[in-house]
């Protein structure tokens, strides 16, 4: 039966080769290691029900962080269920301010997009190609997407410190 | 800046060794194909939404049975080195540790002759050495309480009560019964032991999910080998998210020996019994939880009377001192009407515990689950009224047996009327009655 279904196949060589680095990636979303596991099981179950949309088989890995991207976003909005309404960035301070402060307040402070793609890059270990994808964006931006992501962080740290 | 921002990332989200568990995924997207309505699609980053959900439900519920075999494949082909499967977690999550005491209350469904008063049968296990339990509101034999030790840890599974205590709240006394089982049989109060055995014995598998009363399950089917190695299969649903125990069903039923170990028809048919669990936790080991696992702290000031075989049934029923000495005696002095097949006293037994009924007794049960014989308790008659089958004489001939009889001299009304009922029920199916 696996033999016969090369994207479940597929999704499971994804799982097992990238599950730690989905959950870190989850971990930095979410601010909660047990929610960040829940948020990649729970991603890889959609995966594989919808796994027939899958285009390209070759882009498996990216195609499933977005949808752990999404599914940390979820556990977010459901963990702070007095937030509806506001917007994604005052949830996730919300949602990581509980622990390291002023590490995860400073990081929070980035915008999505950059904040999205440094976590990418050091967490799920993406090339440029990648974090394209799951950003929406072409390859070109992720350079300075990247480069700004990490001058932010030092800037807001050096903020947060003085 | 890369190395204080890698820091950074590092202290928000450090590494750490996560327990994969495909098999998980599998079976949750196998059985829960509406869940598909919340997706994400290909090529859209970040949108979420409920688009093209009728399509992707087709789609799943198409993959839904490649899913499902897949599922079951893997977990008979592949046991992952990865951390525990769904199955090794289910069992770990019904076994206590040494440091915990388990508490359960389950009722048990159908049929309905012998469910009366089992609706909320507790039983408390402390998980450490000589692992202590007690069960309580499955009245048997007269004891409304059970308790004694099982057996070491390493037999859960395929325990045997090695000490073995009974609590009659009408006489107010402890019954410990000493030598009156046969020790290579379980005498188990726990009915998840058929589940502990066969999860360990790598006989069980994953079938999928369910719901129940709105509760998601993970279902596991395992198949089992009785006392006289018949084959039976059992039906055991969990909690999804902490595998506690939601229900097992026992399919093809002979009967239990007493008290909950099962015994099945070898040509699959036979009835099904249900154990539903109303609560299941683990309590800490403090003095007042251990105390829940110890009869004798339950009732400290009760006298305690060490018996063994035969003797204990007559102490049970008639404790004011009426006396048999000894089983062959006992039914030399029952013997009675001959020439009952075997197969009838199944046809029998619940028109006599009808019978009984109707001439006025109350909680009219089977004195085990599954027995043909009964006990009867008559308003205003101090002692329980018991009745079983023997073999008289070794012809194989059973029989109505009273295990007790109300005294003779006794011209109360209520005794009047139990002598009545016993002999408006049981006399059509023996000669005589003696006591």
């Not at chain 2, 049934?313 to 009952?340: D, E, F, M, Y």
């Amino acid at each position: 039966v696996r033999a016969t279904d090369d994207q479940l196949v597929g999704l499971e060589q994804v799982y097992r080769a990238r599950f730690g680095q989905f959950v870190r990636l989850a971990h930095a979303i979410t601010g909660d290691v047990e929610l960040a596991r829940d948020a990649v099981q729970e991603a890889f179950v959609r995966a594989v029900q919808v796994r027939a949309t899958l285009r390209e088989s070759s882009a498996t890995d990216a195609w499933v962080a977005q949808i752990v991207v999404n599914c940390a976003r979820d556990v977010v909005r459901e963990r702070v269920p007095e937030a509806n309404g506001v917007a994604f960035e005052e949830v996730f301070e919300i949602g990581v301010a509980a622990d390291e402060p002023r590490l995860r307040a400073a990081v929070a402070r980035l915008p999505e997009r950059q904040r999205l793609a440094l976590f990418l890059r050091y967490y799920a270990d993406f090339d440029y190609g990648r974090i394209a994808t799951v950003l929406g964006v072409e390859v070109g931006t992720v350079s300075a997407t990247l480069h700004a992501a990490r001058l932010g962080v030092v800037r807001l740290l050096e903020e947060v410190g003085s | 800046v890369t190395t204080s921002v890698s820091e950074v990332l590092d202290r928000i989200a450090p590494e750490t060794d996560p327990t994969p568990d495909w098999e998980w995924v599998l079976v949750q997207a196998a059985v829960e194909p509406e869940r598909a309505g919340h997706v994400y699609e290909t090529g859209e980053p970040g949108s979420s939404g409920l688009r093209n959900v009728r399509r992707l439900r087709r789609l799943t519920l198409l993959g839904a049975g490649i899913v499902v075999a897949a599922a079951v494949a893997l977990v008979v082909v592949a046991p992952w080195k990865g951390g525990p499967t769904i199955l090794q977690r289910a069992n770990a999550a019904i076994s206590p540790a040494a440091s915990q005491v388990l508490y359960m209350n389950f009722g048990i469904c159908c049929p309905e002759a012998w469910r009366s008063g089992r609706d909320h049968i507790q039983l408390w296990i402390d998980g450490a050495a000589p692992r202590s339990f007690r069960s309580a509101g499955q009245p048997m034999f007269g004891y409304t309480e059970h308790g004694g030790t099982l057996g070491p840890e390493t037999s859960l599974g395929t325990q045997s009560v090695t000490s073995y205590l009974g609590y009659n709240p009408t006489t107010n006394t402890i019954v410990e019964h000493v030598r009156s089982f046969d020790r290579s049989k379980p005498l188990d109060f726990d009915p998840l032991t058929v589940v502990r055995k066969a999860l360990t014995a790598g006989t069980a598998h994953l079938d999928g999910r369910a719901v129940i009363d709105g509760e998601q399950a993970i279902k596991i089917t395992l198949t089992t080998r009785d006392l006289n190695g018949h084959t039976g299969t059992v039906i055991y649903l969990a909690n999804a998210k902490t595998y506690y125990p939601i229900e097992i069903k026992l399919q093809s039923l002979e009967a239990f020996s007493y008290p909950l170990e099962p015994l099945f028809r070898p040509n699959g048919r036979g009835w099904t019994a249900t154990f539903r669990f109303q609560s299941f936790e683990y309590l800490d080991t403090t003095t007042k939880n251990l105390a829940l696992t110890n009869i004798q702290a339950q009732h400290p000031n009760t006298k305690i009377i060490r018996c063994n075989g035969y003797k204990c049934t007559v102490i049970r029923n008639q404790p004011k001192g009426a006396h048999v000495s000894s089983p062959a005696k006992a039914r030399q002095k029952h013997s009675a009407v001959r020439g009952i097949p075997p197969k009838d006293i199944l046809k029998i037994a619940p028109l006599i515990r009808t019978c009984m009924s109707a001439q006025g007794a109350t909680s009219v049960t089977p004195n085990h689950p599954g027995a043909s014989g009964g006990i009867a308790h008559f308003p205003g008659v101090k002692h329980p009224f018991a009745w079983s089958w023997v073999n008289s004489s070794g012809k194989a001939k059973p029989i109505p047996n009273p295990m007790s009889m109300p005294p003779a001299r006794d011209h109360s009304a209520p005794a009047i009327r139990e002598r009545h009922a016993i002999n408006t029920c049981l006399v059509p199916y023996r000669n005589k009655l003696t006591h």
